[in-house]
């Protein structure tokens, strides 16, 4: 893992939710991306494969007739990690 872009002190990861502006319409939740932050304020999220992400997301909003607000989208990682990792849609009841 690289260090700060500002400080290059290293970054402390914790897992936590993603709003995600996939598009102009409402955002998209993304569950326990990894959330890289620096002691003086700098900070980024790492969301992995996001081609897969974008295809998941499109297939979810014209397959699944659920609000946006009640889906979610979560990242398992592969055998081989991030490389083969896909993304999973979660949808809550409304
Ligand atoms: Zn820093």
Redesign the pocket.
């Known amino acids: 893992m690289h ?7 290293p ?1 402390e990861a914790t897992k936590r939710d993603h709003l995600y502006g996939y598009d102009h319409g409402k955002k998209i939740l993304l569950r326990e991306v990894t959330f890289l932050a ?5 900070y980024e999220i790492e969301i992995p494969r996001m081609g897969p992400l974008h295809e998941a997301i499109s297939q979810a909003l014209s397959v699944l007739h659920a609000k946006r607000e009640n889906l979610s989208f979560i990242f398992a990682p592969g055998d081989h990690g991030v490389r083969d990792g896909a993304w999973g849609v979660v949808v809550r009841g409304s």
Do not use: A, Q, R
Not at 3 to 9: I, L
């Open positions: 260090g700060c872009f500002d400080c290059g002190k970054l620096c002691t003086c304020g700098y």
